[in-house]
Each structure stands twice: as C-alpha cells, then as structure tokens.
C-alpha cells in the first residue's frame, strides 16, 4: 500500500538545498509519514546477490547455521530459499511471485545482458532504468529533476567519478536504443549520477549492518538531510517507510540523517561532503560547534592529558595529520582537544579497519580517562558497540551483556527523543539475545547471583519484550523482520504463563527497573576493557 497523502515536495527551509519535503498534517511520534510498497529503484549490491531475492530482498540463509539461527529467532527468511533465473542465471528470486513483478518492471531490460556480462551495481541500475524510459514509465524521468552534482564529483572526487562514467557508459553500451532514449548518453549519465547520489542504503531494521542493497525514490528521496533529525527511514523488504521521530507539525520540513548525526561538527561536516558532497546547513551544524559539549571546558583537561595532547600534537604534525575533522577551537586548550579527539578517532576507524580491538580499546581509554567525553558524545558510543561485538565473537558474553546493558540503559536512554525509535528497539532486542547468552554461557550462574545482589535478573528478559511490544507499532510495524522476532520472544516466553505477563510479574518489573538502571550506570567500562572488572 502506498501512502504518500500527508506530504509534498516544496523548496526546502535550508538555504541552497533546493526542494524538500513537507508535513500537509501534523504527525505524531511513531506515525507513518510517508510508506512506498518498494522504492521507485532499489539494487542488491554485489555480495548479496547469491542469497538474496532481487526484488523484495528478502536473504536466505547461507548456510545451516545460519537456518538454524534465523528458526530460533522465529524469522520468517528461515524457510526461504532463493533460486536464480533461467534466463540470466544470476538473479535470483524466492518466489515465482516475486520473479513475475521483477520481470514485469525491470528483469526484462537487463536479463540478456546479465547472461552474458558481469555489470555491477550502477551499471545494473542504470540499464533497468534506460530499459523503463523505452517502455514509457513517466516517473523515471523525475530522477533527472534533481539536482545533479556530476561535477562537484568531477572536481572532489575524481576516482570516484571516472568509474561511475564508466559504469554508465558500460550499461549505455549494453542497451537497446530506440529515439525514447533520446538525450542520450548524456542523459545516461545524469540519471545515473542522480540515483547514486540521491540513493540510502538499504538495510533490514532487525539487522542495521547488513546493508543489503540502494534504494532510490523521487518522493521518498525528497527529504533532505539533518543532524537533528525529526523522522527516520526504516526498510522493511521491499516497503519503504518514513516515521516521526517527534511530533512534526503541519507545515515542517521533513528531515531525516543520511549519515551520523551524533558526531562532532566538523567530522559530520566533513562525512557529508566526502560521501554526498554538499556542505550541511541543518539547523544544528548553522550552530556551529556548539552543540559538540565535553565534560568540562577544555581548560580544564588535566595536566597529564595536557601533555599527552602536545606529545600527540607534535607526532600529528610530524605525520601530516589533517586536523580539521576533529578541530575544536583556535584557543591552545582547545587545540590540546583537538589533538586527543583525534587520536580517539582515528585510532578507533584504524581499530574498525584492520579488525584490531586494541585500537579501540585505547580510542575509549583517551575518551574515558581524560574524563573529558561523555559518555553519548562520539566516539564513545561507536566504540562500545564495536566492542560489544568483538567480544560476543570472543566468547565474552559477559562483557558484551555489559556494555550492552551501559550503551542501553544510559546512552541510548539520555539521548531520550533524539534516538530514532527503531535503534532503541533494536537496542532493546539485543540486550535481551544477551541476556539469554549469559544465562547459558557457563559462568552465567556464578554472574546471574552476583547481579542479583543488584536488581532481578531474571525479570529483564520479560520487562524488555514488554517494552518492545509497545515499541513495535511506533517504530517498524509487526508485519516486519523486528516485529516477527519480537512475536516469537513473546510467544516463547509467555506461552507457559498464560499468553500476557501476570500482574505480579508486573509490578515486580516496575519495582526492579530503576535498580537495573543504577546497575548499568555503575558498570565500569575501563574495567571491562582493562579486563579488571
Ligand atoms: C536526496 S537529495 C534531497 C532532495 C534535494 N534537496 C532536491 O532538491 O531534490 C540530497 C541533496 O539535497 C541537498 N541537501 C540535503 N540536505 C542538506 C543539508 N542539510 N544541507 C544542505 N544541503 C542539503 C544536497 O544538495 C544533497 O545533495
């Protein structure tokens, strides 16, 4: 069902961003502002094309394990199974259903071609696209009403431009001509450059970092980007949907973040260029760095980080380190910031990089113990999830549950309306995978009676699918991957109680919560990370 009533596309509030798209009502928290069936484009990239369905992107198990996973979690992709085209014998679909609408709209176009090359994704997208201008779909040529930014590519990012041509003039070469496609390869190009430029990622909402695919659509891509954004985009194969993330009023400007948006200023200033090559100019960058707090003043960093940060400076310096991304201020003090924010950055992306947790254990060491970031500012949040992760895949659930439980019931938590309601869901989901980690790993008795000292273990499972059934319907919806898995917790776990949590359960829920937070706010992280604790 497509709903895309409550919006419209007018020139955007922000200065130069040419249009955007605008509130017609007034949406609550949760609301669906804007729902397409699938979006007017949407490409698998590459390495996901062997396992999934190319037209509602559904992925199929990899492997027997994966099967297995994916049944425990009650996930409706556990039975699928993905078979490829007999034409091309590369795309494949998981259902004759989905292979008919595919061929219908855009497998036609490509299916010849794709048997005999191997194109990749702008390639695939743009020769889909020039096949529906020939078959006469009107919408199509609304992607070259954008605003095209083929030559600040040229100039910022040449590499970046010559294989995008090159990908546009390899779908051009491949395609049927007829006068339709009259502007020509030139027009190719403008539609190609347009979409991925334009284009989000697409990702399941139960599984963020699986981008599977790029989606493009001229309504949906509309909304022009904020660091404080007030909805947020959720894909839910192959519906694309847009909800308020706070009340929007009749008459707003919709905005969503394309990128991070709780990262200082100039780094967020410096990723929107790099990767969509515009300057932002939401209302939270027009104020500049002032939103980006430390602790304390940076006047006040102690003297031992005061000299850590001119020993970091003189070798950043010696390096050629381009400072700007993390720049703070022009005072000295300042400066001392900049060079530790630095260091904390990039020894963490270095960390992420190379696979390394050492790096970022000493990224959240610089940020931890010069106590100057707290603990929501970046990238201390990045870090710790990073971590969370590495240890799961150690084996050290604990710790993972740990981290889990602070990034949870203290980051997540001040940072109240501002984080988009799908990501404290997931949040939610996967302290509770984690919670059951710990109940089987085989110290979890031993950690379970300690915690108990503190608040009731045992009721966090049941107090968080609580809350997640409230969160469901604001967030993703049931008919979704999060919302199947958070069905199947609950029938699970409630089965044997009757089908609803008791009243008691209840009551003794709400007694433990707070105590459950004053837990997670005492967890030390440096102990974890100093395996001390
Ligand atoms: C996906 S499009 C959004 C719709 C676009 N404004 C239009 O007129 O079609 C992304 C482009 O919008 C502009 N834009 C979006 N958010 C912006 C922001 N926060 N500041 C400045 N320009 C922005 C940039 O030119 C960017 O490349």
């Not at 990045?382 to 659930?397: E, F, N, V």
């Not at 740990?402 to 302290?431: C, E, M, Q």
Request: hydrophobic residues 35%.
């Amino acid at each position: 069902m497509s709903l895309v009533d409550g919006i419209e596309i007018r020139a955007s509030d922000i200065p130069g961003a040419g249009n955007g798209l605008f509130a017609k009502r007034t949406f609550e928290s949760g609301d669906v502002v804007l729902q397409l069936p699938r979006p007017l484009v949407a490409e698998l990239y590459d390495q996901y094309r062997e396992h999934s369905c190319a037209w509602c992107f559904l992925r199929a198990p990899a492997s027997e394990m994966e099967r297995k996973r994916a049944m425990a979690f009650g996930s409706r992709t556990a039975d699928i199974t993905v078979t490829a085209c007999t034409g091309c014998k590369i795309t494949r679909y998981c259902s004759k259903v989905c292979q008919r609408k595919a061929w219908k709209s855009e497998h036609k176009y490509e299916c010849k071609v794709l048997g005999q090359e191997q194109l990749n994704q702008p390639a695939r997208i743009v020769l889909k696209l020039l096949g529906r201008i020939r078959a006469g779909e009107e919408s199509i040529k609304t992607i070259m009403d954008y605003h095209s930014k083929q030559n600040d590519v040229k100039t910022e990012d040449p590499d970046y431009h010559d294989k995008l041509s090159q990908a546009v003039a390899t779908a051009w070469q491949h395609c049927e001509r007829t006068e339709d496609l009259s502007g020509g390869l030139a027009m190719a190009m403008t539609l190609g450059f347009n979409v991925m430029l334009n284009s989000l990622n697409l990702s399941n909402t139960a599984t963020p970092s699986d981008q599977v695919g790029r989606g493009f659509d001229p309504v949906l891509c509309a909304a022009n980007h904020s660091c404080d954004p007030n909805s947020f985009f959720v894909f839910e194969t192959p519906r694309a949907v847009l909800r308020a993330a706070r009340k929007i009023k009749e008459g707003e400007e919709v905005f969503i973040s394309y990128k991070s948006d709780t990262k200082p200023f100039k780094y967020r200033q410096a990723e929107l260029k790099e990767f969509y090559f515009f300057d932002c100019r939401c209302p939270k960058c027009e104020k500049g760095t002032a939103p980006d707090k430390f602790n304390m003043p940076s006047t006040e960093l102690s003297p031992v980080w005061c000299q850590r940060a001119k020993e970091l400076l003189h070798i950043q310096k010696r390096d050629g380190v381009d400072l700007s991304k993390y720049w703070v201020g022009s005072t000295d003090a300042d400066i001392r910031m900049t060079a530790l924010q630095a260091e904390a950055f990039e020894k963490h992306e270095h960390g992420q990089e190379v696979g390394d947790i050492e790096d970022s254990k000493t990224a959240l060491r610089i940020c931890l113990e010069s106590k100057m970031w707290p603990l929501s500012r970046e990238p201390v949040p990045s870090i710790l999830r990073d971590l969370q992760t590495a240890y799961m895949s150690k084996g050290r659930i604990y710790s993972a549950f740990r981290i889990a439980l602070k990034l949870h019931f203290v980051i997540y938590t001040s940072r109240g309306a501002s984080l988009p309601g799908n990501l404290y869901l997931l949040s939610s989901f996967n302290v509770m995978q984690l919670a059951f980690g710990v109940v089987e790993s085989s110290d979890g008795a031993r950690r379970i009676r300690d915690m108990e000292e503190n608040f009731q273990f045992r009721l966090l499972p049941m107090g968080l699918l609580m809350q997640m059934s409230e969160q469901v319907p604001l967030t993703v919806g049931w008919n979704s991957e999060m919302g199947h898995r958070v069905q199947h917790a609950w029938r699970t776990l409630l089965e044997p109680l009757g089908g609803v949590p008791p009243e008691p359960m209840k009551r003794q829920i709400a007694e433990t919560w707070p105590k459950m937070q004053a837990y997670a706010e005492s967890i030390d992280l440096l102990a974890i990370v100093n395996n001390t604790g």
